[in-house]
Structure formats: C-alpha cells, structure tokens
C-alpha cells in the first residue's frame, strides 16, 4: 500500500491549526508532528510579567538595538541551528519555508536583538487576531533573547493582544512568569482572543 503523504503546509492549514490550539513540529525524517498539549504554557500579558531585577539593569543600559519584523528568515534559522543543551531541532527547512510565507501575509513576527549592527538574539511567533503564539527564542549574547522577550510582551499590550501562548513551560520562561493552564481554559482563552482585533504594528 502506498503511505499517503501528509498535506502540505499551507497558510490555510496552519492557521486553522493555531485557530484550534494545535501546532506543529518537525520528527524524524522530515516528518511533521502535531501537538496540542495539557496542560498549555502562557505567559501573562498582565501585571503579573515579572520582569528579573538583573534584567531590568540591562534594560536600563541600552545596550541592545530592537527591531522587528528585519530578516525573519534569519531569525528561524537561527532558532533551528543547534546550541548546547539543544543539540536537536524541531524546525526544518520545510517549517522555515511554511512560516515564511506565513510572514508574507502579516501572520508571523519577530522581534530581533541587535548590536553593531549585528543580530545577537531574537525570537518568532504566529499572531492571529488576539493570538501570539510565541515558537523559538536564540540569543548569541547574554540576555539577548530575554531583551527581545521583555519588547514582544511591550509589543502585544500595545497592539491589544489578549493571549501569549508558549506552548511549554521551561526555567528561562518561568522567570518571567509563564504558567501552565488546563487544556480546556486555554481553549476558552483562545476563543476569545480570537475575537480581537489586535494589530502587531497598530497604525500610529
């Protein structure tokens, strides 16, 4: 019997995937996983974003330059590229592409660290309507992705986001105050943010 290929990864389906909490992520052999996990991780778009004492000092230097949205394909590649501790990667080149064209059409961002002109950190992330589904962070400098986490946060109050889902919670997150909810709570959340009408660059 012929194995069936598995549809591809058009804007179309990966919206209707985040429109129904499930994401996906690259297996073995060019496969393509989908999660929906129990409990969600988010992080709070509230007062309760902790942002550390030692973090704050960097804040105050300036030594990093925020940009968004300058070389998304950059930004995936460097989320892709292995680093110690993560000598695995769940993002190929078949996620790349598919997020990519995601970017084309204004449904994915990234928030990028820079310094000297140089990209030292960042991360990526789908927004649909009141969603920002936060995926991958790097960082090549200390707190270079923590920076570029603080600004997405700033970012999505700005621009009206109700929810920051980060799938997982992992120590570097929990820092900042990521939690896990129920599956069911997470799915009401995200009917609502679904109803909103945020914009990641609002009109000025």
Known sequence: MQRQQPPPLTPAL?????????FPMAGRR????????DP????????????????TRVLRKGEFEIRYDTDFRAVMSACAAPAPGREDTWINGMLIDAYAR???LGLAHTVETWQNGVMVGGLY??????????ESMFS??????????V?????LRAGGFTLLDTQFVTPHLAHFGAYEIPRAEYQQRLAHALTVDAKFHPAE
Do not use: C, M, N, T
Not at 14 to 22: E, H, M, R
């Open 14 to 22: 990966l919206i209707s995937a985040y429109a129904q909490g499930i």
């Open 30 to 37: 060019e496969r393509i996983d989908w999660y929906d996990p």
């Open 40 to 55: 969600r991780a988010i992080i709070p778009l509230d007062d309760r974003f902790h942002v550390p004492k030692s973090l």
């Open 102 to 104: 995601l970017h084309q």
């Open 125 to 134: 992330g789908v927004s649909i309507k009141g969603l920002f589904a936060g």
């Open 140 to 149: 090549r400098a200390p707190d270079a992705s923590k920076i570029a986490l």
């Open 151 to 155: 600004y997405l946060v700033e970012k």
